[in-house]
């Protein structure tokens, strides 16, 4: 089979990282590469979940008070105050 190179540009810190890492599991930074792509290749994926960071108002501790403060405005508890448009300065 014909071999082809990638190359693609990462971190230096991060590249140390990951040949120790490699190293450590009895891997070369080559090996690895590949068994990504074929990991890809076989799953029709990035064999991995990626996730953005996530916003911050749909956190469970924040939900949690959403919920509580739209059941007490339900039950009478509370007042529901319009929202107030600020112009951008």
Do not use: W
């Not at 040949?19 to 290749?41: E, H, P, R, Y």
């Not at 799953?43 to 059941?71: L, W």
């Amino acid at each position: 089979m014909a071999q082809a190179t990638i190359t693609a540009r990462v971190d230096a810190k991060d590249k140390m990282e990951f040949d120790a890492f490699c190293s450590n599991v009895g891997l070369n930074t080559s090996t690895a590469i590949n068994m990504f792509v074929k990991a890809v290749i076989r799953e029709n994926r990035i064999p991995f979940e990626i996730a953005q960071n996530p916003d911050p108002f749909y956190s469970e501790i924040n939900m949690t008070h959403v919920r509580k403060a739209v059941q007490e405005l339900r039950t009478g508890k509370g007042t529901a105050h319009e929202l107030i448009e600020v112009e951008d300065e």
